[in-house]
């Protein structure tokens, strides 16, 4: 796709646009890789002001960049504007920045969007000091909240009931399941996060969601990589002042949370993640220095609140579209559920270890949905010499988690749907190193024992109680996925059928 397809502008902003480009053409000259004499890693020539999107399909970004990574090895570079970005394929290379060279690659990428509106602040975009704090910090709480603890898996046990009712009122009817997904998994978070869950129908718990919901997909959209090419340009109407207005309007709604909770705050009774923070915001109260601040604890528990909604909703929702579409695995689910746990009893951690096929299946849909394909964006900390190349300090990398989990040279059929990739000889589960859709390394996700778990009994407990059909009306059913800073299935319409 052209870069201007993308814009939806007057003929009066495209005249100022086009003058700002012809101002830009004389001031900058980009037409080489700005590290070239640096032995910065190979990549296609670059145009002035545009770089390399003239030669992006910002649609299918990891498509692109896996057909230059057959060009120019599994590292090279690609421009963006005006910021050079090294682009890491493959299993060993991407396992050997982030766990071998882990310090070196360890930074998260300055990318305009995010330091425009999250400033630095949080978990998954923060940066320095404040980020090591605030992931020790959450590390430590969410375990001592439940995290990998039956406790927490109570607590998804009961939500997989309210789940269930849901797909009962539907009688086997299509429906699309994406934001009764998306409220289950934000009230497991919600349940560490504020001490309680929600009901699937509060509006202000929808509308929240939704926000959440369509920033994380405008983050991988075209229009906000081109925002993120030419900041400059934020003055435009576009995507980036819709993320904006969307995360003030959730802080909005979080600051009259965090109230109820300072008012009611009992350093002897610690009943959620916000509460810990509250208190160790009040012993640092003398410390100017603190990075325990209203600003990283609003930002840490959009993060939280975000991704630990997203990610586990979209797996299980290409969970059910792959069930549809292979009738024969689902089958083979349901009856080994069947056979080690029967058809009451509900699903519990301790059966993982007995149910070998199904646990191979959920980890093919992580692989197969590829949910975070281009990972979120790295930086090196320091300047670093990497697989004979020389990568400065501050150079933005993309760790292409796709060309992981599809890696060829690792996995045997790694185009295909095939849970044998997750099975022996025997029929017994494996673990597989090159499984990695948590990225690794500093950065690996915070909340990855949590989604495994709910993962696993989310699907082991529906598979159980449901028979997923593909819908009356639909001769072919696609695989195809959709364009946003998650990979997530366009199809969106399931028939529940009670087994």
């Avoid at 770089?51 to 599994?74: A, F, V």
């Avoid at 299993?91 to 310090?103: F, S």
């Avoid at 096929?357 to 093919?364: K, L, N, P, R, W």
């Amino acid at each position: 796709m052209s870069i201007l397809s993308v814009f939806s502008l007057d003929s009066a902003t495209l005249r100022l646009f086009a003058a700002l480009t012809i101002i830009l053409l004389v001031y900058f000259n980009t037409g080489s890789k700005s590290h070239g004499t640096l032995n910065f890693p190979p990549g296609p020539p670059a145009l002035p002001v545009i770089g390399n999107l003239h030669m992006l399909d910002l649609k299918k970004m990891r498509e692109s960049l896996m057909k230059l990574s057959e060009k120019y090895g599994t590292v090279f570079s690609i421009k963006l504007g005006f910021t050079d970005v090294v682009v890491l394929t493959g299993y060993e290379t991407v396992n050997d920045a982030l766990v071998k060279h882990a310090e070196e690659f360890c930074g998260r990428a300055h990318v305009p969007i995010f330091e425009a509106t999250v400033k630095g602040h949080g978990i998954v975009f923060g940066h320095g000091e404040s980020w090591k704090q605030m992931r020790r910090f959450t590390l430590t709480t969410l375990r001592d909240f439940g995290m990998g603890r039956k406790t927490i898996e109570d607590k998804i046990i009961e939500e997989t009931e309210f789940l269930i009712k849901m797909f009962d009122s539907y009688k086997g009817q299509p429906f699309n399941l994406t934001s009764k997904l998306n409220a289950a998994a934000a009230n497991i978070i919600c349940s560490i996060l504020l001490g309680d869950r929600f009901d699937y129908e509060d509006e202000r718990f929808v509308r929240i969601l939704k926000r959440l919901s369509e920033n994380i997909q405008l983050a991988g959209s075209p229009m906000i990589r081109l925002y993120n090419a030419f900041p400059f340009l934020g003055f435009l109407p576009g995507s980036h002042k819709k993320i904006s207005s969307n995360i003030k309007e959730n802080i909005a709604y979080l600051k009259t949370l965090f109230n109820n909770h300072h008012q009611n705050l009992d350093e002897n009774d610690l009943r959620s993640f916000i509460d810990a923070f509250m208190l160790q915001q009040q012993q640092e109260s003398d410390n100017p220095n603190s990075y325990f601040n209203e600003n990283n604890l609003m930002f840490t528990v959009i993060n939280l609140f975000a991704t630990g909604m997203e990610t586990t909703s979209t797996t299980i929702r290409w969970g059910m579209l792959l069930m549809m579409k292979y009738p024969e695995i689902q089958k083979k689910v349901h009856e080994e559920i069947i056979r080690v746990i029967g058809s009451d009893q509900s699903p519990r951690t301790q059966d993982q270890k007995s149910l070998s096929y199904t646990d191979a299946v959920i980890h093919e849909i992580q692989k197969f949905g590829d949910i975070l394909p281009l990972n979120f964006l790295h930086e090196t900390t320091v300047d670093t010499n990497f697989k004979g190349f020389f990568i400065p300090k501050g150079t933005h990398v993309i760790p292409l988690l796709s060309s992981v989990l599809y890696d060829k040279t690792q996995w045997e059929k790694p185009n295909e749907f095939n849970p044998s990739h997750f099975l022996d000889a025997e029929g017994k589960f494996v673990k597989r190193d090159t499984f990695m859709p948590f990225s690794a390394g500093r950065r690996t996700c915070a909340g990855e024992t949590l989604a495994k778990m709910e993962l696993f009994l989310f699907f082991t407990t529906l598979v159980q109680k449901f028979k997923f059909q593909v819908p009356p009306d639909v001769s072919e059913l696609g695989l195809e996925s959709g364009v946003g800073g998650t990979s997530f299935p366009k199809y969106l319409y399931v028939c529940a059928v009670r087994r």
